[in-house]
């Protein structure tokens, strides 16, 4: 299945106060446009750095630009493609100081 990125503009966002971050983002997002999965492993083994969130939380962190930069999505699988939708989006570091919160598996900046 195809999958479709809900609200491209979160990303747009971002990239527009991290400049350094675009070609990282537009990478991303051309490799999720070849991407074909059937499952929540396939999606991780698409991107080579790509984790699931443990929990049943149905959650990806998705490590973009050399591992400069997280993305936590939401996924949702429907009958003919699978949504992903952002929920944040920041530095490694602001992931990091994220995950010492403990509130990776709940946030939703968007």
């Known amino acids: 299945m195809r999958i479709h990125l809900v609200k491209k503009r979160n990303i747009d ?17 051309a490799q999720l446009k070849r991407v074909d999965c059937n499952n929540p492993q396939d999606i991780v083994e698409s991107f080579n750095h790509a984790d699931l969130l443990g929990g049943g939380s149905k959650r990806i962190v998705f490590n973009i630009g050399g591992n ?11 009958d003919e493609m699978i949504y992903l939708f952002i929920r ?3 530095t490694h570091s602001e992931y990091t100081k994220l ?12």
């Open 13 to 29: 966002l971002f990239v527009e106060n991290h400049r350094l971050s675009s070609s990282a983002f537009y990478n991303w997002i």
């Open 88 to 90: 944040w989006i920041g």
């Open 68 to 78: 400069n930069y997280r993305m936590i999505s939401d996924y949702h699988f429907g």
């Open 99 to 110: 995950c010492q919160s403990g509130k990776q598996h709940t946030v939703r900046q968007f």
